[in-house]
Nanobody
Framework: QLQFVESGGGLVQPGGSLRLSCVAS?????????IGWFRQAPGKEREGVSC???????YNIDAVEGRFTISRDNAKNTVYLQMNSLKPEDSGVYYC?????????????????WGQGTQVTVSS
């Protein structure tokens, strides 16, 4: 089955850190143009958070810039999201997916191979 498998979520206090992992299953990460991390909080729409391209250029939304770092390891077929200085508003289910499109705003492109997600809860 072609999908990503996310892990690494959990409960953390405000100001804490988590590292999420996203393993590609059934395909090679090196064949992917870009991978995005998304999140969805209860009652809210899913939003794109961070993205990394094949050339390892990255993009973060303003809300996480300076706190989140996305990286990829093609040899391990894995994408990571290091999240520091976490805030309660960072809580939600985090997903990763890939896009082969190169046009338009990165998070408006068509994405595929969505995983089941991993829950992140930031609370004291």
């Amino acid at each position: 089955q072609l999908q990503f498998v996310e892990s690494g979520g959990g409960l953390v206090q405000p100001g804490g850190s988590l590292r999420l992992s996203c393993v590609a299953s059934g395909f090679n990460l090196a064949d992917t143009y870009a991978i995005g991390w998304f999140r969805q909080a209860p009652g809210k729409e899913r939003e794109g958070v961070s993205c990394i391209s094949r050339s390892e250029s990255t993009y973060n939304i303003d809300a996480v810039e300076g706190r989140f770092t996305i990286s990829r390891d093609n040899a391990k077929n894995t994408v990571y999201l290091q999240m520091n200085s976490l805030k309660p508003e960072d809580s939600g289910v985090y997903y990763c997916a890939r896009t082969q499109s190169r046009s338009g705003y990165v998070f408006n492109r068509p994405y595929e191979y969505w995983g089941q997600g991993t829950q992140v809860t930031v609370s004291s």
